[in-house]
């Protein structure tokens, strides 16, 4: 088979960009390793920035995410037995929405099925070929058949483990990274959220973040030790333990029930550079990764694709390489920049271990003292809404 353009993974970043080439009527095939169904069960991002919700309407997909989600024009940070509202759209103009990543998910699948766009699941053994050099290629195996795939280019969207980033030559690539020392506990139930908007909250048993997926289904998430294992947590405890780090008026109206998903994720700031290589993009977490925190992985995810399909339209359209030249540089000063939030809000709301050289918890005395200065300037609380609800794209 031959495209225009071979898309590895089905995640948020290929299937987006996929619909950004089919509208564009360039050829295009999305390889994904897993089953639909899989990909669809994984629970992950809730809060799209405007960027995000611009682009689904832009497909002509915003209609079920309009209807269901959630815009919020806030959130709130817990802090010592209360929580203050940060008014996201006083302070910026801009609100979020809460929609989940399952939900885009579906709604892109869904698209690509009616539109009848080549997609195949539960590809083995996918390989990349020759994208040094003018006549790259996949490969990959379905049903004991091995297929070969030839292309222009290639999108590596296959997520942080994929094969697309590990198939760069280790001299070619650098790597940027840092490992926090906690996780988060995430428990997702059918229960009402204990407030409208997102609650997180710094506590001196450690992190804690109320987010919800719809007025009937909550997400909640604690910080927790990297040791943890998801099955020493029984949900009673995890109840117990979330309400402890909530201030008195966010944890009485708390209401429990049975976990529908519960799993531990571990925190990093990741980034590889360049995030092209040849006739290889990477696109969203196959380049970087950042803490949950700023919730900005899905976004990112969602610019890297608006200038990467620009590059691409602009190449079949005018003939022009100028946007590709220019994908690497652009995506990677709006990563560099959420990589600095995320790490920021992280920073400030997570209960850490002293760091060596260290006397008398100093870290938790600039963290206190930084959260009062946030509280109480309006040029701090300025700089948090508008990198929360989401910096400007370049193009
Ligand atoms: P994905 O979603 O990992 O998709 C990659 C896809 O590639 C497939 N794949 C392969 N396919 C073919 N061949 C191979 N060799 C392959 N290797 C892998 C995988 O099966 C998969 O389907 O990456 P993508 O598309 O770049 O999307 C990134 C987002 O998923 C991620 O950044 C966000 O989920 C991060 N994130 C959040 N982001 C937000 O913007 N807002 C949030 O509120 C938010 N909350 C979160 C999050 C991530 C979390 N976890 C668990 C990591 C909360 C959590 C808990
Ligand atoms: C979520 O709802 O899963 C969520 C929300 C905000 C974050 C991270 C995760 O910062």
Redesign the pocket.
């Known amino acids: 088979m031959r495209v225009q353009v071979a898309i ?8 987006l960009l996929g619909a950004k080439l089919h509208q564009a009527g360039i050829d295009a095939i999305v ?4 089953s639909a169904d ?2 669809l069960g ?8 405007q960027g995000c919700v611009d682009m689904m309407d832009s497909l002509g997909l915003g209609a079920r995410m309009h209807a269901e989600g959630l815009v919020h024009g806030g959130f709130n940070l817990g802090y010592r037995n209360t929580h203050h509202r940060i008014d996201l759209h006083a302070l910026t103009g801009n609100n979020v929405m809460v929609y989940g ?1 399952t939900e885009v998910t579906r709604d892109l699948m869904d698209a690509r099925a009616a539109w009848g766009a080549k997609t195949v699941y539960e ?1 083995e053994n ?1 390989r990349i070929h020759g994208f040094d050099g003018n006549t790259p290629s996949v490969t ?1 195996t379905k049903d004991g058949k091995t297929h070969e795939v030839q292309c222009d280019y290639i999108a590596g ?8 980033r590990a198939s760069v030559p280790a001299q070619s690539i650098q790597h940027y990274e840092r490992v926090y020392p906690f996780g ?1 506990l ?1 428990v997702l139930a059918d229960v009402p959220p204990v407030a409208h908007e997102l609650i997180y909250s710094n506590h001196e048993r450690g992190f804690a973040l109320c ?1 919800m997926r719809s007025k009937t289904r909550s997400r909640y ?1 604690i910080q927790c030790s990297l040791d943890d294992k998801v099955e020493q947590w029984s949900d009673q405890a995890f109840w117990d333990e979330l309400r402890k780090r909530l201030d008195p008026e966010a944890a009485a109206s708390m209401v429990t029930g049975p976990s529908i998903e519960k ?1 531990i ?1 571990p925190l990093r700031s990741f980034v590889a550079e360049p995030m092209r290589f040849g006739r290889l993009f990477l ?4 380049a970087h ?2 803490p ?1 925190t700023g ?7 969602a610019s890297d694709v608006h200038y990467l399909a620009h590059g691409l339209i602009e190449h079949y359209q005018e003939k022009s390489v100028a946007g590709l030249d220019a994908y690497s540089g652009r995506a990677l000063r709006r990563v560099w920049k959420a990589v600095r939030f995320s790490w920021w809000f992280t920073a400030l709301m997570h209960k850490f271990p002293a760091a060596a050289g260290d006397t008398g918890a100093i870290s938790q005395k600039i963290q206190e003292a930084e959260i009062d200065y946030l509280l109480g300037s309006q040029a701090a609380m300025t700089s948090l809404a508008e990198n929360y609800v989401g910096l400007p794209y370049e193009v």
Do not use: M, T
């Not at 390889?31 to 897993?34: A, D, K, L, N, T």
């Not at 994984?42 to 920035?49: K, M």
């Open positions: 590895i993974g089905a995640g948020p970043s290929g299937l390889i994904e390793q897993r899989y990909v994984r629970i992950r991002a809730g809060v799209l920035e990543q590809a996918v990959y969207c296959d997520g942080f483990h994929g094969v697309s988060w995430g987010s998430y799993s994720a696109v969203g977490d196959a990764i950042v949950p919730a900005k992985g899905l976004n990112l995810a």
